[in-house]
């Protein structure tokens, strides 16, 4: 089971971090992918980060996001900096056993989502 936290209201050029936060399984064994949807538009992936700690983020939020992991305390981070309105959606966490980052039908969980709302 996974749950995201940390979301809220933040004005244009700000940070926030977001939490997800895993129990039961084995956390360490699995790929963590961060996504987030807009209203009216499709999930999109956010950052990735694999077992052993590479990560891998798509150009709209390189270099500003950063995902980091802390399997002692079955936790992976969200360090969202320097935030744009187009930031504001709904972000959610998954975990895979294998597959492509990129792809939702290839993560097996999926926590509930928390909403990061950036104002103008």
């Known amino acids: 089971q996974l749950q995201a936290s940390g979301g809220g209201l933040v004005q244009d050029g700000g940070s926030l971090r977001l939490s997800c936060a895993a129990s039961?399984?084995?956390?360490?064994?699995?790929?963590i992918g961060w996504f987030r949807q807009a209203p009216g538009k499709d999930r999109e992936f956010v950052a990735h980060?694999?077992?052993?700690?590479?990560?891998y983020y798509p150009d709209s939020v390189r270099p500003r996001f950063t995902t980091t992991r802390n399997d002692a305390k079955n936790t992976v981070y969200l360090q969202m900096n320097s935030l744009k309105p187009e930031d504001t959606a709904v972000y959610y966490c998954?975990?895979?056993?294998?597959?492509?980052?990129?792809?939702?039908?290839?993560?097996?969980?999926w926590g509930q989502g928390t909403q990061v709302t950036v104002s103008s």
């Open positions: 998954a975990a895979q056993r294998s597959g492509s980052a990129t792809r939702l039908v290839d993560y097996d969980y």
């Open positions: 980060i694999r077992r052993g700690g590479s990560t």
């Open positions: 039961g399984g084995t956390f360490s064994w699995f790929h």
